[in-house]
């Protein structure tokens, strides 16, 4: 079946500091890759749609000058969590759409801790 | 506002038992249901989905049932076993939208 992998999957990193996490579908073509935040043992909450070639549109209360996405291939998306602070720890979870209906994978995460 | 409500919030379950999770929705433009398992430290999958215009969907032990007029739908794990003990996640996605909105999860544990 289709992958999405995710580097890293794990990061610690110094407040203040930037942190880059990639979001790649391995054998298949991706227009559209959305961007979720996970809390401990709460949900998933939509960060932002990420489209190949254009801005990302970016969900209401989520600051897009501190998480900044680029997706500049059909098979690549990053998200960086610029001046990381400790509220900002959190599991990253990236899925990528293949344009086929009803159809929507998942990357395994990553989690960011912001010491 | 939660789009997408969940319960129970935990779920404790013996081995062979029927595991029983429900949602409710308000957005009548919502017309994707899909549920997800997800196991610690790891991404979503998928486990099975529906769409409003049936009203259940069978694939091996795990079952959706759909009550559109109630806006709510349920999932069903027959026969549950240890190794289904994950968090599961019930979402749904608005028409012309791509992305999911997930209700707030379900630990379910089954305990052999």
């Known amino acids: 079946g289709a992958v999405v992998s995710q580097h890293p999957s794990w990061v610690i990193c110094k407040s203040g500091t930037s942190v880059k996490i990639e979001c790649r579908s391995l054998d298949f073509q991706a227009t559209t890759m959305f961007w979720y935040r996970q809390f401990p043992k709460q949900s998933l909450m939509l960060m932002a749609t990420s489209n190949e070639g254009s801005k990302a549109t970016y969900e209401q209360g989520v600051e897009k000058d501190k998480f900044l996405i680029n997706h500049a291939s059909l098979t690549l998306s990053t998200l960086t969590v610029t001046s990381a602070h400790p509220e900002d720890s959190s599991f990253y979870i990236c899925?990528?759409?293949?344009?086929?209906?009803?159809?929507?994978?998942f990357g395994p995460g990553t989690r960011l801790t912001v010491l | 506002q939660q789009q997408v409500k969940q319960s129970p919030q935990s779920l404790i379950v013996q081995k062979g038992g029927i595991s029983i999770i429900n949602c409710a929705y308000e957005?009548?433009?919502?017309?994707?249901f899909p549920w997800y398992q997800q196991f610690p430290g790891k991404g979503p999958a998928l486990l099975i989905a529906?769409?409003?215009?049936?009203s259940e969907k069978k694939e091996g032990r795990f079952t959706i049932s759909f009550n559109k007029s109630a806006k709510q739908f349920s999932l069903h794990i027959m026969d549950s076993q240890p190794g289904d003990s994950a968090t599961y996640f019930c979402?749904?996605?608005?028409?012309?939208?791509?992305?999911?909105?997930f209700g707030s999860g379900t630990r379910l544990q089954v305990q052999p």
């Open positions: 529906i769409r409003p215009d049936v």
């Open positions: 979402a749904a996605r608005q028409t012309g939208r791509r992305a999911l909105t």
């Open positions: 899925s990528a759409d293949p344009g086929v209906p009803d159809t929507q994978y």
């Open positions: 957005n009548t433009a919502f017309d994707y």
